[in-house]
């Protein structure tokens, strides 16, 4: 079985090494340090990853990470590298329905955050499996958004999603659909179709879980 989060997990750690501490991802204010931070906090720190999706936990969530962030940076990589198999989300049995989607994701924040960057062309296996993810992804961070949103993987699927009214299409490969849907618009590569007021209107929505 291919490990897909292992292999986004290998080459994550090998670019932020690459590229230092200091430089910019795609997620604003962060730096490959705070990314590297981030990802220790959700694997290794079950008292304080709540923070990252409920707001009432953010702030020991967020000091608990600037805490971790402040250590040497090659260490915060070589942990990174090697999670803890007692974590819930990365054990040799959760590992690649937790991380698949979320490694890949934060790989390409910090390709995507550099000058001159292309998508890459993923394995058809690895699209399959960031497809699963798309439907999952577009009812939560759609079901708000006043649009019906007819949402097109080509060569793997397509579904609906959206509150209702004005019909717009949202086309793209599995892993650019990933990207968009959770709050990486701007380095997306999808196409939308329809009214023009409603289509930059999605481009620029707080789209996530």
């Given at each position: 079985m291919p490990r897909y989060a292992r292999a986004e997990r290998e080459a994550l750690a090998d670019l932020m090494l690459e590229l230092g501490p200091d430089a910019p991802t795609v997620n604003e204010g962060w730096t490959t340090r705070d990314l590297a931070a981030h990802l220790l906090v959700r694997e290794r720190r079950p008292d304080a990853a709540g923070g990252i999706l409920l707001p009432p936990l953010r702030g020991y969530g967020e000091s608990v990470r600037r805490r971790i962030a402040a250590g040497p940076y090659a260490d915060l990589i070589a942990r990174v590298r090697r999670p803890p198999v007692w974590s819930p989300v990365s054990n040799p049995l959760t590992?690649?329905?937790?991380?698949?989607?979320?490694?890949?994701?934060?790989?390409?924040?910090?390709?995507?955050?550099?000058?001159?960057?292309?998508?890459?062309?993923?394995?058809?296996?690895?699209?399959a499996v960031l497809w699963k993810r798309v439907a999952l992804l577009a009812r939560m961070a759609l079901r708000r958004?006043?649009?019906?949103?007819?949402?097109?993987?080509?060569?793997?699927?397509?579904?609906?999603?959206?509150?209702?009214?004005?019909?717009?299409?949202?086309?793209?490969?599995?892993?650019?659909?990933?990207?968009?849907?959770?709050?990486?618009?701007?380095?997306?590569?999808?196409?939308?179709?329809?009214p023009a007021e409603r289509a930059e209107r999605l481009r620029n929505a707080e789209l996530g879980l």
């Open positions: 590992d690649e329905l937790a991380n698949g989607m979320e490694f890949f994701i934060h790989h390409e924040d910090v390709r995507r955050a550099r000058p001159g960057w292309q998508p890459r062309n993923l394995p058809a296996g690895q699209q958004f006043p649009a019906e949103v007819l949402v097109q993987a080509p060569g793997h699927g397509e579904l609906r999603a959206g509150g209702g009214g004005e019909r717009l299409r949202l086309v793209g490969a599995p892993g650019e659909l990933v990207l968009f849907l959770t709050g990486r618009q701007r380095v997306a590569r999808v196409q939308v179709d329809g």
